[in-house]
């Protein structure tokens, strides 16, 4: 880090982490878009969530999901673990507490890659610390087709998660922003735009701010009385 970069991340004011929730329906495309932005950002960890659901070849436990049994899942809800769960096509998914709350804490952003039923948990918990974007795809017949594209999953679950994104779409209403990704690269920076705004929102409402611009009228009357 450069002596001006380092000075800079000294004097960041400081806020409180950011609850940024992203829902779509299976297939539109929010895995990729959400793993690309951990990537590209700094201060941004995905909260790892744990699901009852078998694991697909391409997916690592405890990077994308830690797999674990229904009475692992069931123990972890009776002792309040999870901030939120529920059970989507079948399968029980949460996102453990503990994380996330160590996060906001210590002004660190958190990226949920969760369902509606979850971000409605979420709201009712944490609703002024969260933002949430929910992503459509551009049209059935294309949601269709990347389900297939993905060839990771058999034709009935694929049909069972056609049927659960009627479900689902419906709720688009419920989120702060929407996103029809047509394109990837666009929606990406849609995406982005969206976290960094909501950032430097935060930093506004931020009590160092005060501090900081009271200390810089006071210094700007030193030297100009
Ligand atoms: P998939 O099985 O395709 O990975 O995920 C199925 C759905 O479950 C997706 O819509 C995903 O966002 C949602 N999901 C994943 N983890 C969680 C979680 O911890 N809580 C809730 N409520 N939904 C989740």
Redesign the pocket.
């Known amino acids: 880090m450069s002596g001006l970069a380092a000075r800079a991340k000294d004097e960041a004011v400081a806020r409180r982490g950011i609850l940024f929730v992203v829902?779509s329906p299976?297939g539109a495309g929010k895995t990729t878009l959400t793993r690309t932005l951990i990537e590209k950002e700094n201060n941004l960890n995905l909260s790892v969530?744990v699901?009852t659901?078998a694991r697909r070849p391409s997916e690592i436990d405890g990077v994308h999901y830690r797999f674990i049994s229904m009475r692992h899942f069931e123990a972890m809800r009776a002792g309040d673990e999870l901030l939120?769960?529920?059970e989507?096509?079948g399968?029980c998914?949460?996102?453990p507490r503990e994380p996330v709350e160590q996060a906001l804490a210590a002004g660190r952003d958190m990226l949920f890659?969760?369902?509606w039923?979850?971000t409605q948990q979420i709201y009712q918990r944490m609703r002024s610390d969260v933002v949430s974007v929910f992503v459509l795809p551009p049209s059935a017949a294309e949601l269709k087709a990347r389900l297939e594209r993905r060839a990771e999953d058999s034709e009935e679950i694929i049909a069972r998660r056609l049927r659960n994104a009627a479900q689902e779409i419906p709720h688009w209403t419920e989120y702060d922003y929407v996103l029809i990704n047509c394109d990837l690269h666009e929606s990406f920076a849609q995406l982005r735009a969206i976290l960094t705004a909501e950032r430097l929102k935060r930093i506004m409402h931020s009590d160092d701010l005060e501090t900081r611009v009271a200390k810089l009228l006071a210094d700007l009357r030193q030297i100009a009385p």
């Open positions: 829902s299976s969530s699901t659901r939120e769960w529920a989507v096509h399968n998914y949460g996102t890659d969760i369902d039923q979850g």
